[in-house]
């Protein structure tokens, strides 16, 4: 197992078409990197829910998911499911975030994502951070789109089990979803704890990565 890493990042970036797909997709990762980093700076975007519950639900989550962390959120509105139809103003908000920010690494969701407002947002990551690290994440639904990924954060069985316990009591409006239990969050990084030979870990796609290994 070969292990590379960009040393302690001062930046991140995260983004989400909805509310929740960050802390689902990359809220053990964001546990490790803002508790080994006080005072990391996180800017998050996320396409829909604004003006809702959905947002304070949002809010309250990525907050506890980033302790310590100098966290900027911006959630918009636009329409759940809708992303190819409101492409333009996507595509704005990607370019104001990318004007922003600096980031040493990007949480975005993966470019094989079945679902269509997911995969939209990471093609257009892919071409606004373009000299970045972005790793995809992965949200496990009905699709079975989950594929084999080439990164992974080993999360402690502490940190595993906080995200599930977050996810649980910050997200109440998702508790109905059939999905939405600490089986699947559970076991899907069980498998790629096993994938990293760590007990847990959260696992990502990535589309171009530029080495040094002679720095």
């Given at each position: 197992m070969i292990r590379l890493g960009t040393g302690r990042p001062d930046a991140a970036v995260a983004v989400g078409a909805h509310c929740d797909d960050i802390a689902i997709g990359a809220g053990g990762t964001l546990l490790t990197m803002c508790r080994a980093r006080p005072g990391l700076r996180v800017d998050a975007l996320v396409l829909s829910g604004g003006g809702s519950e959905r947002e304070q639900e949002e809010q309250a989550a990525l907050a506890a998911f980033c302790p310590g962390a100098d966290l900027r959120l911006t959630v918009l509105k636009l329409p759940d499911g809708r992303l190819p139809a409101h492409w333009d103003e996507a595509k704005a908000a990607v370019e104001e975030l990318r004007g922003r920010s600096?980031?040493?690494?990007?949480?975005?969701?993966?470019?094989?994502?079945?679902?269509?407002?997911?995969?939209?947002?990471?093609?257009?990551?892919?071409?606004?951070?373009?000299?970045?690290?972005?790793?995809?994440y992965e949200i496990v639904k009905w699709d079975g789109d989950l594929g084999r990924p080439v990164a992974y954060q080993p999360l402690t069985p502490e940190t595993a089990e906080e995200k599930v316990r977050l996810l649980q009591e910050h997200y109440p409006s998702q508790r109905h979803r059939p999905w939405y239990d600490r089986e699947a969050f559970l076991g899907l990084a069980r498998i790629r704890g096993i994938e990293c030979h760590a007990r847990y870990a959260e696992a990502f796609a990535v589309t171009k990565l530029t080495l040094n290994l002679g720095g």
């Open positions: 600096e980031p040493d690494v990007v949480l975005a969701p993966r470019t094989e994502d079945a679902h269509q407002d997911h995969r939209g947002l990471a093609r257009l990551m892919t071409t606004a951070f373009r000299d970045h690290l972005v790793l995809g």
